[in-house]
């Protein structure tokens, strides 16, 4: 299982200066500071260096979070502080802002003291900093609630997933291996805005340079590597060690590429590898195992859908390439499938994972068959991305929540598959799907990751629409 790691913090506590008249609230502050660390740390990783009551103190605390490649920049009014005092690092800063506007008191009534109030006022130092924010044209989210309130928590967890997200998506690097299927449009892409919009590079993978890396592998490496292969998947009786060699080598030659350039996922296509004539097979296989290690794919050439892969990667711990394939009207659910792509962590436990040649033969042009895995996907709820590109040039994200229907393995097709229920009835989804422009290839992961997602998007600067 891939483990998605805590976002990275930095608490800005603040307080207005004017209040040292009082040398007990200062200590009392930064120890409700701690308090909040030790809250958060289930999901993210914050780092409080004290409080701060003045510009300087404030510049140089978010410059260090800078230097140290925060995700997240959370700022919280432990009393009031006028706004000034942080408004000049907040508007340069280049770290995403989220204000948590609590305190640690809970209830007020008739035993509450003057001094509870002093300890508890930062909600109109809140406002006071929202406004100049509103007015000075930056960005900022904000979520108000007891910081011990599960709701309140549940929503800062959330932006928290998303910072750490976005900041991953925006140092992505795909590889392309050849080039995008021709004629496949809503995939189409203009490389320099999708590295302009939300930071993701595209690299080129010469097939040559895999191909030679392939044959050069070590023969002790690949016969470790097929055996391991022979004991966690059942292999169809009639698959040869030499089909199963061609398969290993090239997922072989790939895992170092995206090791040696840094890449986080590629994306390829079945006609440019047939085409160019210098790889043995195809990367079915190795697909199938790298989506399982962490990897992002997109099938086609279609690198959109591998960088959708990765921030569900990063989101949800494992993600999968899918494809909505056939409408099934009785089942209120849509049969998902690709070409023999998948991520074979997600396949159900009761029923063994496959190793099958491919059936579509007569499609393909390469010298070995190209073998797969195949498999059902374990049930349960699930959320479907697709990273397209719409009016304008500019991308956006369009999600939707369901389910992974409880359907066995089903023979003939051969290939990863599932059934995809959405939330609401199919007919209407798929229309919605369509009309606010989701391409034919996404991401999916487990979980309900709608509300996280529209943070990411948020944060990227991108739309994202919720079908």
Not at 152 to 181: F, N, P, Q, S
Not at 275 to 293: I, R, S, Y
Request: hydrophobic share 45%; with cysteine; glycine share 8%.
């Amino acid at each position: 299982m891939n483990q998605p790691r805590k976002a990275r913090v930095g608490l800005l506590g603040l307080m207005f200066d004017l209040y040292d008249a009082w040398p007990e609230l200062k200590p009392a502050m930064a120890g409700f500071g701690r308090e909040l660390v030790a809250t958060l740390a289930p999901f993210a990783e914050v780092d409080f260096p004290g409080v701060c009551v003045n510009r300087e103190e404030v510049g140089r605390t978010v410059a260090a979070f800078e230097a140290e490649g925060k995700d997240l920049l959370l700022v919280v009014l432990f009393t009031y502080a006028p706004s000034h005092i942080a408004l000049t690092a907040l508007v340069y800063t280049r770290l995403p802002i989220l204000i948590f506007n609590t305190q640690r008191l809970h209830a007020v009534g008739a035993e509450t003291s003057s001094g509870d109030t002093t300890r508890n006022h930062g909600m109109h130092g809140v406002q006071d900093l929202a406004n100049v924010l509103v007015r000075a044209g930056r960005p900022f989210h904000l979520v108000t609630g007891h910081y011990q309130d599960s709701q309140a928590l549940a929503e800062v967890k959330a932006w928290c997933d998303a910072a750490r997200v976005a900041a991953h998506t925006r140092a992505l690097r795909i590889g392309l291996v050849g080039y995008a299927m021709e004629g496949m449009g809503d995939f189409g892409l203009d490389e320099s805005a999708f590295l302009t919009q939300v930071g993701v590079e595209v690299r080129r993978i010469a097939m040559k340079s895999l191909a030679s890396r392939a044959q050069a592998a070590s023969p002790a490496a690949i016969t470790a590597e097929m055996a391991r292969d022979r004991e966690r998947f059942q292999f169809a009786a009639d698959i040869s060690d030499a089909e199963h060699e061609a398969s290993v080598r090239l997922e072989w030659a790939l895992r170092e590429t995206l090791a040696e350039r840094g890449l986080h996922g590629f994306a390829s296509h079945f006609l440019a590898v047939g085409h160019e004539g210098q790889l043995d097979t195809l990367p079915f296989l190795a697909a199938a195992k790298l989506l399982a290690d962490g990897y992002g794919f997109g099938g086609e050439g279609d690198v959109t859908s591998a960088a959708a892969v990765c921030m569900m990667q990063a989101l949800a711990g494992q993600a999968n390439f899918t494809e909505m394939f056939t409408m099934d009207f009785a089942g209120n659910a849509a049969l998902m499938m690709h070409m023999g792509e998948g991520n074979w962590r997600m396949a159900r436990r009761d029923e063994p994972v496959r190793v099958l040649r491919s059936t579509l033969k007569a499609i393909m042009d390469v010298p070995v068959d190209p073998l797969l895995l195949a498999f059902a996907l374990t049930p349960g709820p699930c959320t479907l991305v697709s990273l397209t590109t719409v009016a304008g040039g500019q991308l956006k994200l369009i999600v939707a929540e369901g389910e992974v229907v409880d359907q066995p393995y089903i023979a003939d097709l051969n290939r990863p598959h599932y059934k995809f229920r959405p939330r609401g009835e199919l007919c209407d989804f798929l229309t919605r799907f369509s009309m606010a422009g989701g391409s034919h290839h996404q991401a999916m992961a487990y979980g309900r990751w709608a509300g996280a997602l529209e943070k990411v998007a948020a944060l990227l600067g991108i739309a994202c629409v919720q079908v």
